[in-house]
C-alpha cells in the first residue's frame, strides 16, 4: 500500500509541478555564498552552486551594476579544476565553444556574469570574483543594500545560504551591526561572528535575496564614500515590507500584492505539497491510534508521575498544547492550598455587576511543594502585588512584562521532561513532532502509558470496569486530564459515577476553570509579548524572519538569470 501511494504521490508531482520534473529542465539543489568584506569594502564573493543540467549552453548571473561596482579577478571551477576566463564573451557561442570557459557580458544595467554548463548531468560549480566599492561610507554607519540571489530566475534554487564576514577576522554580531533581508522565507542574523542569512523554502521566480546591513563607524574604511544617512538606504529598503519602521496604507497593499503574487504562482506544487503532508499526517494519527488500542488502557499515573516528562512527551506526539503545564501547575497550587478561589463582584458600565474569580495567594507548602511547584508560585507572588490576589488585568500586564520569567518556567519543565526520557533512554532520535519510529521500546512504554490514561480518562464513562481504585487519586487524574484539555469532561463523568464526590466536584470544577483561566491570560500575553519583542529586534536590525517584500534601492545582482 505504501509502494502504491508513494507512486501516485509522484506520478501527480510529475505531471502538475514543473519544477519537480528530473528529465529535460535544469535544476539548481543549493548555493552557498560567502562574502568577504574588505578593510576598503570590497568584496571577495564565492557562490557554490550544485544542480542539475541537462539542457542550454551556459549559466548566467546578470548583476545592477552603478559604474562604481567594477568586478575581477574573475574565476569558475567544477569537480576536474578552473575555467579559462575570456575578455569577450559571446552569449551565441556553441555549447562546445563555451564548454570551460567564463567570462562578463556587458549589458544595459550592468554586466552578467557567464560561464559554459561545460558537461550536462549533476554538476557543481564555484564562482568567484571581486566587487569594488561595494560597502559605502554613510554619516551615520557603513553599510549596503546587496542583493545575492535574483528574482525572475529560470532556473531556480531550492536552497540558498549567505554568510557575510569581515576580512581581518573582527567578528560581526548584533553589538557592532544591524541586517534585514528581503525577497524569500527564511531567516537572516548573526552566527559565529558572522552574518548568515538562508531560506526555509525553495526559492519562486517571485523571490529574490537581497540583504541590508550597516556597521558600526570606525570597523571600515570605505573607498566609496556617500553623502547622506544610511538610514535613507533603510528608509527605502523598507518600503513594501513587513518592517514597522515604514508603517504606510499603501505598504500594507504592496506587501498583500507581492504575497498573493507568490502564493497565485505556488498554488499547484503548494497543493501538491499540503496534499502529502495532509495524507502523511491521517496516517500517523492511525498508526498512534492503532499503538493506543494495542495497548490498551492505562488506569494509573504514568510516566512514574513525572509530570514533566508527560508533558514533554505530550508535546512531542501531539497530545499537549504548548504552555498546557502552566494550567496544571496552577491547579495543583489550588490543590496543595497555596492558592485559593474568591468570588468577588465589580460593578463595571452602566452600573452593571459582573462577577469575577480571582486567586488568593495562601502562602508556601515547603513540606508539600516540588521545585516546579515553588517556582511557579515564586512567579503568581510576582504577579499578585501587595494585596496577595491575582486579577485579570495584573496578570496580563505581569505576563507582559515579564514574558521571560513564565518562559522559563515552561523551558524548566520541559528541560526536566527531556532529561526523564533521556534517562530512560526512550528515544532513538529526537524530533518534534516524533514518530513512533523514533521510540524504544522503553518509549513505546512511557508513550503508551500517557496515551493509555488519556484514552482511559476519555472513555470513563464506557467502561463496565468500576471500583474505588480512582476515588483517592481523582484530583490528579483531574490534573492529568487539565494537561491533556480534558478535565471539563472528564470532571463531569466523575460526577455522574461518584455522585458521593459531587459536592467535592463542583467546587473543584471552578478551581479548573480559574486555573485555565489564568493560565490563558499567562500564556497568551507572554506569547503576545515575545512576538512584540521579537519584532521589535527583527526591525532594529537585530535579525529574524525575512521580510518577503522591500528590498528596493539594491545593488549587486538584478533580475533574471539562470541558464540558457
Not at 557575510?164 to 525577497?183: H, K, M, Q, R, Y
Not at 534601492?553 to 539562470?562: P, V
Amino acid at each position: 500500500m505504501g509502494k502504491k501511494l508513494s507512486s501516485i504521490i509522484l506520478c501527480v508531482a510529475l505531471l502538475f509541478v514543473p519544477q519537480f520534473l528530473v528529465f529535460g529542465a535544469n535544476q539548481v539543489n543549493t548555493i552557498d555564498i560567502q562574502a568577504v568584506i574588505q578593510e576598503d569594502g570590497s568584496m571577495n564573493i564565492t557562490q557554490n552552486w550544485k544542480g542539475r543540467f541537462d539542457e542550454g549552453t551556459e549559466i548566467y548571473i546578470p548583476m545592477k551594476a552603478p559604474d562604481y561596482l567594477t568586478i575581477s579577478n574573475l574565476v569558475v571551477s567544477d569537480e576536474n579544476g578552473s575555467y579559462e576566463t575570456v575578455d569577450d564573451w559571446n552569449i551565441n557561442w556553441s555549447f562546445e565553444e563555451k564548454a570551460r570557459k567564463c567570462g562578463i557580458h556587458p549589458t544595459d544595467s550592468g554586466y552578467e556574469i557567464c560561464f559554459g554548463i561545460s558537461e550536462y548531468g549533476q554538476n557543481s560549480y564555484a564562482i568567484e570574483y571581486t566587487l569594488d566599492n561595494v560597502v559605502g561610507g554613510y554619516s551615520d554607519k557603513d553599510g549596503v543594500n546587496f542583493r545575492f540571489v535574483n528574482d525572475e530566475m529560470n532556473t531556480t534554487p531550492t536552497d540558498v545560504k549567505v554568510e557575510i564576514c569581515l576580512a581581518d577576522g573582527t567578528p560581526i554580531s548584533d553589538e557592532n551591526a544591524d541586517v534585514w533581508g528581503f525577497g524569500f522565507s527564511g531567516q537572516v542574523g548573526f552566527e559565529n561572528g558572522s552574518i548568515l542569512a538562508y531560506t526555509n523554502n525553495p526559492i519562486s521566480k517571485e523571490n529574490h535575496v537581497t540583504v541590508l546591513f550597516a556597521l558600526d563607524k570606525g570597523i571600515l574604511t570605505p573607498s566609496r564614500q556617500k553623502d547622506g544617512t544610511f538610514e535613507e538606504v533603510k528608509k527605502t529598503a523598507f518600503e513594501g515590507s513587513d518592517y514597522d519602521n515604514i508603517g504606510s496604507e499603501g505598504n500594507d497593499v504592496s506587501i498583500i500584492t507581492a504575497m498573493v503574487t507568490m502564493l497565485l504562482s505556488l498554488v499547484v506544487p503548494l497543493g501538491v505539497i499540503f496534499w502529502i503532508l495532509r495524507i502523511k499526517k491521517k496516517r500517523a494519527e492511525q498508526r498512534l491510534k492503532k499503538f493506543s488500542e494495542e495497548f490498551g488502557y492505562f488506569r494509573d499515573i504514568p510516566n512514574d508521575g513525572n509530570l514533566n516528562a508527560t508533558y514533554t512527551l505530550g508535546k512531542m506526539f501531539n497530545m499537549c498544547e504548548d504552555g498546557a503545564i502552566l494550567a496544571s501547575g496552577m491547579l495543583r497550587l489550588i490543590q496543595l492550598g497555596c492558592l485559593s478561589p474568591e468570588e468577588t463582584q465589580e460593578v463595571g458600565f452602566m452600573g452593571k455587576t459582573k462577577e469575577m474569580v480571582n486567586l488568593r495567594l495562601m502562602g508556601n507548602q515547603p513540606d508539600k511543594m516540588n521545585e516546579y511547584d515553588e517556582y511557579l508560585y515564586t512567579i503568581l507572588e510576582g504577579a499578585a502585588g501587595s494585596d496577595g490576589i491575582l486579577q485579570e488585568r495584573e496578570l496580563e500586564r505581569y505576563a507582559r512584562q515579564n514574558d521571560k520569567f513564565l518562559r522559563s518556567f515552561l523551558k524548566k519543565c520541559d528541560n526536566a521532561g527531556t532529561t526523564y526520557l533521556s534517562e530512560k533512554h526512550c528515544l532513538k532520535r529526537w524530533h518534534i513532532p516524533a514518530k513512533l519510529t523514533d521510540l524504544t521500546p522503553s518509549g513505546e512504554q512511557e508513550l503508551g502509558e500517557m496515551m493509555g490514561l488519556k484514552r482511559y480518562l476519555q472513555d470513563f464513562s464506557l467502561i463496565a470496569e468500576r471500583g474505588v481504585k480512582e476515588i483517592p487519586i481523582w484530583r490528579e487524574l483531574l490534573t492529568y486530564a487539565m494537561l491533556f484539555g480534558i478535565a471539563d469532561q472528564v470532571a463531569e463523568q466523575m460526577r455522574e459515577l461518584y455522585p458521593e464526590l459531587s459536592p467535592q466536584l463542583n467546587d473543584y470544577t471552578q478551581s479548573m476553570s480559574t486555573a485555565y483561566a489564568y493560565h490563558y491570560l499567562l500564556y497568551r500575553n507572554m506569547i503576545h509579548a515575545e512576538q512584540q519583542r521579537e519584532q521589535e529586534k527583527r526591525s532594529g536590525g537585530g535579525g529574524g524572519f525575512a521580510s518577503l517584500g522591500g528590498g528596493g534601492g539594491f545593488i549587486g545582482g538584478g533580475s533574471g538569470g539562470g541558464t540558457r
